[in-house]
């Protein structure tokens, strides 16, 4: 039993480091991010949006690889959920409205995609 619970308060001071570590990336990122939208601040509001959708997309994938392999059967996608409307609110942005725009950049992307198959199918049907 002794065993058992020192193994389970050296887990907790574990936790409590990474917490902690975490902790203060985010307050980097988020120190990072202001400093960004402040530079902006001048560009063109869609460009912007799409730019920040594109990286945005890249580093929670990322974060959601590094939390499957951290927690492999346990992980649980509504608490990522959750954690992405919480990342969503510290930004100040509407998770619904960036649900949104995200679908609709898909959608473009994958029409515009479908655009260039039909014209290259086209060029190699005259050939």
Known sequence: MK???A???GALQKLSEQEEKYSAELDEALKQYAELKEQGAGMD????MD???AVRE???RSAVDRVKAAYGEKYDPMLMHDSKRDVANLLHEESDTRSVREFIRRKQQQQSQQK???KKNRDSWER
């Open 3 to 5: 065993k058992e619970i």
């Open 7 to 9: 193994t389970l308060e």
């Open 45 to 48: 509001a869609a460009e912007l």
């Open 51 to 53: 730019a920040r959708l």
């Open 58 to 60: 890249e580093k929670e």
């Open 116 to 118: 260039q198959n039909k």
